[in-house]
């Protein structure tokens, strides 16, 4: 069956946390309204180059080195003109007075500069002092495709007593470089059963980055029978990772069904970069493996080369054991599901997944069918209010929250009442209940569901024990709830919490100072003005989310417009190792 989605090759996501997550369980009121700080000014430490100049030139090591270390810093922070140091650094580095830890320093910072001018006095020097040299300046010298090192480098490939950190400088180097005439000296290393599995693991790496074909024959001698060993295995499928033709990806279909994953998860990769059709064929074997990655790469596979039964696969891994995979599904198949027809398989899925007794599956189904707006998922979201997992209750009361479905309004609000009862007496919450309640609340108010009102008041007055995100989230509310018409009873005791001063202890959290700011411009409560004016006082610029808050609010009951806070001014470090006086 040919795929519906093959342009959404790029969706999938290697092992490891997932990146530009679409779903997230997100508090309306840090966004509504949306208050911006204007970026910050990074203040570059400019003044103080002549200090450090100054201090390069002295013979004390500490001064040197630490000068070295302070313009290799500041340098990599954007400060400009830096290059005046280079002649110092490099009589530093050069001298053979210097101590290790200067020169160590001095070439850092050279590095840094991209002082490639420098690099045959970096590449001489660094052969006479040392592997620790070497092994900072060997890499930068690869990287700036500084050819006459490739000589040095292939002179420890094809000697047995190199050491070893000084022949694993030498791989990764050849590597980077690309040097494709050290790949005969690389294969040696690759196929010596007497080498260190860790160095002929990286050659194979190297060996198969550089080198896009013909290593078909190479990974067969690794792979013969009787019994190939781990590192065997390995280095085959790392020698094939660029090669593209038929013969080659015979051998990675076999190594992708290999019954170590390390092994498994190199192959499945390759493929996945090349062809994912390929793995089709075992597609159900992959997405069954014991192993996470491994998993994973039949995720890739599979949302690649999308089809509805394919989506509806994955929409059973919501329920995952391990969680980066289970998430990981659920943000592609939101991605899957903007496509009409595999939407429709994947949502019957989602809902026999948020319907079963596993709390994995019915917090990732929940997000998932909430985020898609499923609004028959309403009335599961609201028994699994009472799940004994903090993961379902919070992934729930946001769902309730987005899907916005009236007739669960009566369940939320008896959530949210028996909360306030409980915590009156019990204490406070755990993290997740708090949010929970939170998220309730937020519903509620968007909502605006008018017999909330006195249930939500009651988290209004100061009592820690009910938690800040609970009383954040209903003060907020009531605020959408008295949207355009002042309640004057209400206004008061929210500037009350508003204005406490901050002596008092315990003090006020700033979330709820925040949601009574806000509440009280949206609920135009003129009365409440000077109040508010009075306890921003000078702070007219500040940039804490109170007294932004409460510009936001006086602005809204009087259209008074306040200048625009200056950016701040921020260091680009706490403290520098010299630093000019003012």
Not at 218 to 230: G, R
Not at 520 to 543: D, F, T
Request: proline residues 6%.
């Amino acid at each position: 069956m040919r795929s519906i989605v093959y342009l959404l090759a790029g969706l999938w996501l290697t092992a490891g946390a997932v990146a530009l997550a679409e779903i997230r369980t997100d508090f309306a009121m840090d966004s509504d309204p949306e208050l911006i700080a204007p970026d910050p000014v990074v203040l570059l430490p400019i003044k103080h180059r002549p200090l450090w100049l100054k201090a390069l030139a002295r013979p004390e090591v500490d001064m040197q080195r630490q000068a070295a270390e302070a313009i290799a810093e500041a340098h990599l922070l954007g400060t400009p003109d830096l290059g005046a140091a280079k002649p110092a650094l490099l009589q530093i580095f050069t001298a053979e007075s210097s101590h290790p830890a200067a020169r160590w320093a001095a070439a850092r910072a050279l590095i840094a500069l991209e002082a490639r001018e420098s690099a045959d006095t970096l590449f001489a020097v660094s052969q006479k002092y040392g592997t620790d040299l070497r092994q900072l300046i060997e890499p930068a010298l690869a990287n700036w495709k500084y050819q006459p090192i490739s000589k040095v480098w292939q002179q420890r490939l094809d000697a047995s007593e190199t050491r070893h950190r000084d022949l694993i400088l030498a791989i990764d180097g050849a590597q980077t470089m690309s040097d494709s005439s050290m790949i005969p000296a690389l294969l040696l290393i690759v196929h010596d059963p007497l080498r260190p599995s860790g160095t002929r693991l990286a050659a194979a790496r190297a060996a198969g980055q550089i080198q896009h074909s013909g290593f078909g024959v190479e990974a067969d001698k690794l792979l013969a029978p009787p019994a190939p060993s781990m590192v065997n295995r390995l280095c085959a499928a790392s020698l094939l990772t660029q090669h593209r033709n038929q013969t080659e990806h015979s051998l990675l279909i076999r190594l992708a069904q290999d019954e170590e994953p390390t092994i498994a998860a190199v192959a499945l990769t390759t493929l996945n970069a090349t062809d994912p059709q390929l793995i089709l064929p075992i597609g159900e074997q992959v997405l069954s493996n014991r192993d996470a990655n491994v998993r994973l790469q039949g995720v890739a596979t599979y949302v690649t080369l999308a089809t509805p039964d394919r989506a509806a696969r994955l929409a059973r891994l919501l329920d995952d054991p391990h969680s980066g995979v289970r998430s990981q599904v659920r943000e592609r198949l939101f991605v899957l599901a903007k496509v009409a027809e595999l939407q429709a398989s994947i949502i019957p899925v989602a809902t026999d997944v948020v319907a079963g007794d596993s709390w994995r599956g019915q917090e990732q189904a929940a997000m998932l069918l909430a985020a898609l707006d499923h609004k028959p998922a309403a009335a599961r979201l609201v028994q699994l209010m009472n799940s004994p997992r903090g993961e379902v209750i919070v992934a729930t009361a946001w769902g309730l929250r987005k899907l916005a479905v009236q007739d669960t309004l009566p369940a939320i609000l008896e959530k949210v009442r028996q909360e306030l009862e409980l915590r009156s007496k019990a204490g406070t919450p755990s993290q997740a209940a708090d949010a929970q309640v939170g998220f309730l609340c937020e519903a509620l108010g968007l909502m605006k569901y008018a017999p909330a009102d006195p249930v939500l008041r009651g988290y209004v007055p100061k009592n820690l024990l009910l938690g800040e995100l609970t009383r954040g989230g209903a003060i907020w509310a009531l605020g959408h709830l008295h949207a355009g018409k002042s309640d004057e009873a209400l206004a008061q005791l929210m500037t009350a919490r508003l204005t406490e001063p901050a002596s008092v202890i315990p003090m006020e959290v700033f979330r709820v100072r925040h949601a009574c700011a806000i509440s009280l411009g949206r609920m135009q409560a003129k009365s409440q003005v000077e109040p508010m004016r009075k306890y921003l006082g000078n702070n007219i610029a500040s940039l804490d989310v109170t007294s932004m808050a409460i510009r936001w609010s006086i602005h809204e009951l009087t259209g008074e417009t306040f200048p625009e806070p200056e950016r701040p001014v921020v260091g680009a470090k706490a403290k520098w190792f010299l630093e000019q006086l003012d």
